[in-house]
């Protein structure tokens, strides 16, 4: 996302994920997934082929109800084994400024191969930020929803029938959230390098301080990171 050329040392690894983040994050996406296949054949005769491989229809839901305890783990993990983190991330996404409104402007240009200007960025770009708000939108929606399904006798009958309405609006929205991170994350040539911080919570020092140039430099005042920009570094030295 930034004009930043890489360091001669462009192997050199800096940490941009606790541990707890990177199995909060695994676990996520597994249970995600997990929960959308075993309610595929709940939904349409189509997908009815799956039931034998679940160990039929009984089965299935009790997978699909076990996965969905997996699913509302991850933000626990990240309570007791990373609070400082979640913290951040909450800070990031309820702060707005100038700079995430001029990141979508020259997102658009990158997504597209134009030329784009750089915008310094935090820990989170604008982007970020509401891929999370929508994934955090999705996971509310479909657990609330989700529970009213689970425990009809506590509900109104008219609000488990919209608990059914919401749920497959919450998965269906999420799926779209969820294959347009993917690409942006994977994909995309200049996201990709930073594909390592969600399997090891480490990213190439170079790219870091390309893309979250503000949050880099504050970490090279703590001591924290390398710095990139010294002369005799950059020499190889």
């Not at 309610?39 to 997908?47: G, R």
């Not at 997996?70 to 084994?81: D, S």
């Not at 999705?138 to 488990?160: H, T």
Request: hydrophobic letters at 45%; a positive charge; glycine letters at 8%.
């Amino acid at each position: 996302m930034s004009n930043h050329q890489k360091h001669p040392k462009a192997n050199e690894q800096i940490r941009r994920f606790p541990k707890a983040f990177v199995w909060a994050h695994a676990i996520n996406g597994i249970a995600f997934f997990a929960l959308y296949i075993t309610a595929l054949p709940m939904y349409t005769e189509f997908f009815d082929w799956l039931y034998p491989v679940f160990g039929g229809p009984e089965n299935a839901r009790l997978l699909h109800r076990i996965f969905a305890v997996v699913f509302i783990t991850p933000t626990f993990i990240l309570l007791i084994f990373s609070p400082k983190f979640l913290f951040l991330w909450t800070k990031e996404l309820i702060t707005w400024k100038k700079r995430d409104l001029q990141f979508f402007g020259n997102f658009v240009k990158e997504l597209f191969g134009l030329r784009f200007d750089h915008v310094k960025q935090t820990f989170f770009n604008a982007g970020e930020k509401i891929n999370s708000i929508l994934q955090i939108f999705c996971a509310i929606l479909v657990i609330v929803s989700g529970f009213m399904m689970w425990f009809p006798e506590y509900f109104p009958r008219a609000l488990v029938q919209w608990g059914y309405v919401l749920h497959n609006i919450g998965f269906g929205l999420g799926i779209a959230v969820i294959v347009g991170h993917i690409y942006l994350s994977v994909v995309h040539k200049h996201s990709r390098p930073g594909y390592s911080g969600v399997v090891t919570g480490k990213v190439p020092a170079w790219w870091a301080k390309g893309h979250y140039e503000d949050w880099y430099d504050e970490e090279v005042k703590k001591g924290n990171f390398p710095n990139l920009d010294d002369p005799k570094r950059k020499k190889g030295a």
